[in-house]
T-cell receptor
Framework: AQSVTQPDIHITVSEGASLELRCNYS??????LFWYVQSPGQGLQLLLK??????LVQGIKGFEAEFKRSQSSFNLRKPSVHWSDAAEYFC?????????????FGSGTRLQVQP | EAGVTQFPSHSVIEKGQTVTLRCDPI?????LYWYRRVMGKEIKFLLH????????ESGMPNNRFLAERTGGTYSTLKVQPAELEDSGVYFC?????????????FGPGTRLLVL
C-alpha cells in the first residue's frame, strides 16, 4: 500500500529565512503529488500539484516543489518565509494507475514563524 | 464562487449519541469526498461519491458510519452510535471533472469531540 512520510512534525523558522518541508512517498508507480496548507480555522488549500512534465512545480504564495523520482520525494520550498505562512502543511499522493481518487496524506508539518 | 462548506464547525456529544455532519460541495461538482483526521494522525480517506452514487467507500471504518448524498448535491455523514475514537476533524472535499488529474477542494472541516 502507498504511504506518505513527512518526517518533520514541527518546524520553526525566522521570518525572511528559507524553508524546505520534506515529503517522501512509497508507491510502485509515479503518483500524483500535492501540497496542501491549512491555516487556523481554514480548510485545506491547495498550494501546488504535480502530475507529469517539469519536475519543478510552481505554486501559490511563492511556494515551489521538486519531484525527485530517484528519491521518491516531493519537497516543498520557499525562498523567504512570511509570518502569514505559519500553518500546517500536508503532502498527499493520488494514484495514477488504479482509477481510485482517494488521496493519501502525510501526517503534516506544523510551521511556526518567528519574527 | 462559494467554496465547500461544512456544518457544524464543531460538535461535542456524549458516547452513544448520534451526530450528523453536513457537507455542501462547490456547485456543479459531481465528486464529493469525506476524509477525517483523528487527533495527531494523518488525514484519512473515508469515501467518494459521484453524484448520488458511492464510488469508493473503502475507507469507512465500520457500520456505525453512514454517508448519503441524496439528489447528488449535499452530503451527510451520520455516526451512530458515536464512540470515543470517532473524535477528530471530518473534512469534505469536492471536485469537478471525471478525470484523475482533478483538484480536490476542501472545506474547513467539522471538529467532533465524543466524550
Amino acid at each position: 500500500a502507498q504511504s506518505v512520510t513527512q518526517p518533520d512534525i514541527h518546524i520553526t523558522v525566522s521570518e525572511g529565512a528559507s524553508l524546505e518541508l520534506r515529503c517522501n512517498y512509497s508507491y510502485g508507480a509515479t503518483p500524483y503529488l500535492f501540497w496542501y496548507v491549512q491555516s487556523p480555522g481554514q480548510g485545506l488549500q491547495l498550494l501546488l500539484k504535480y502530475f507529469s512534465g517539469d519536475t519543478l512545480v510552481q505554486g501559490i504564495k511563492g511556494f515551489e516543489a521538486e519531484f525527485k523520482r530517484s528519491q521518491s520525494s516531493f519537497n516543498l520550498r520557499k525562498p523567504s518565509v512570511h509570518w502569514s505562512d505559519a500553518a500546517e502543511y500536508f503532502c498527499a499522493v493520488g494514484l495514477m494507475d488504479t482509477g481510485r481518487r482517494a488521496l493519501t496524506f502525510g501526517s503534516g508539518t506544523r510551521l511556526q514563524v518567528q519574527p | 464562487e462559494a467554496g465547500v462548506t461544512q456544518f457544524p464547525s464543531h460538535s461535542v456529544i456524549e458516547k452513544g449519541q448520534t451526530v450528523t455532519l453536513r457537507c455542501d460541495p462547490i456547485s456543479g461538482h459531481d465528486n464529493l469526498y469525506w476524509y477525517r483526521r483523528v487527533m495527531g494522525k494523518e488525514i484519512k480517506f473515508l469515501l467518494h461519491f459521484v453524484k448520488e452514487s458511492k464510488q469508493d467507500e473503502s475507507g469507512m471504518p465500520n457500520n456505525r458510519f453512514l454517508a448519503e448524498r441524496t439528489g447528488g448535491t449535499y452530503s451527510t455523514l451520520k455516526v451512530q452510535p458515536a464512540e470515543l475514537e470517532d473524535s477528530g476533524v471530518y473534512f469534505c472535499a469536492s471536485s469537478q471533472d471525471r478525470v484523475l488529474q482533478e483538484t480536490q477542494y476542501f472545506g474547513p472541516g467539522t471538529r467532533l469531540l465524543v466524550l
